[in-house]
């Protein structure tokens, strides 16, 4: 079974100041994982993902994570915050291999202060 | 346009009505995908087609759930007798590559129902 665990429902941050989101994940198999960020009223976006390779990811708009087994955990992270930023953001895991499921966190909400 | 469209964008039905959901996507992409997402929740997987098959419906939560893509391109997802619990934002999701963890999920703003 496969499940993931976005350890906090909101985080706030001042522009400019690092951002942390922190996701743990759970999987009996080797796991594809991803970040998705939505903004307001639009479709979710894919930020990054991890299938195997590097295990320090880098994605869109300056943001990466770290796959890190031993921990069970792919933490999201961006040096410094802009207000653009501000959005609900998703860990995603899946296993890797040809599947059409991929299973959501509950997402974290980040709002950045000016 | 080039992304995923979904129809119509907010639907309010009465408890028992039926309702259908379309969605659009990207052109040539294989794989389409239905998540349901719950008020405040991460999405749920529904149903995932490779071009007019339906390989997985695990996710769906009741045989009043049916969705199909005949031909390849635009999937309906049809709800049967509404209830409220079926009140949620139903998403829709294209790829160029087979399954959802070989390439991007290009997804669609969403159909918002709200079953009164």
């Known amino acids: 079974a496969q499940s993931v665990t976005q350890l906090d429902s909101h985080v706030s941050v001042s522009e400019g100041t690092p951002v942390l989101l922190r996701c743990n994940y759970s999987s009996s198999y080797s796991p594809s994982l991803f970040w998705y960020v939505q903004h307001p009223n639009k479709g979710l976006q894919l930020l990054l993902k991890y299938t195997s390779a590097a295990t320090l990811v880098k994605g869109i708009n300056g943001f990466e994570a770290e796959f890190k087994k031993s921990e069970t955990s792919f933490h999201l992270t961006k040096p410094s915050a802009h207000m653009s930023d501000a959005a609900e953001y998703f860990c995603?895991?899946?296993?890797?291999?040809?599947?059409?499921?991929?299973?959501f966190g509950q997402g974290t909400t980040l709002q950045v202060k000016p | 346009g080039a992304g995923v469209s979904q129809s119509p964008r907010y639907k309010v039905a009465k408890r028992g009505q039926d309702v259908a959901l379309r969605c659009d996507p990207i052109?040539?992409?294989?794989?389409l995908f239905w998540y349901q997402q719950a008020l405040g929740q991460g999405p749920e997987f529904l149903t995932y087609f490779q071009n007019e098959a339906q390989l997985d419906k695990s996710g769906l939560p009741s045989d009043r759930f049916f969705a199909e893509r005949p031909e390849g391109s635009v999937s309906t997802l049809k709800i049967q007798r509404t209830q409220q619990e079926d009140s949620a934002v139903y998403l829709c999701?294209?790829?160029?590559?087979?399954?959802?963890?070989?390439?991007?999920?290009?997804f669609g703003e969403g159909s918002r129902l709200t079953v009164l």
């Open positions: 999701a294209s790829s160029s590559r087979q399954g959802a963890n070989t390439g991007e999920l290009f």
């Open positions: 052109s040539g992409h294989v794989s």
């Open positions: 995603v895991v899946s296993r890797r291999s040809v599947s059409g499921k991929l299973i």
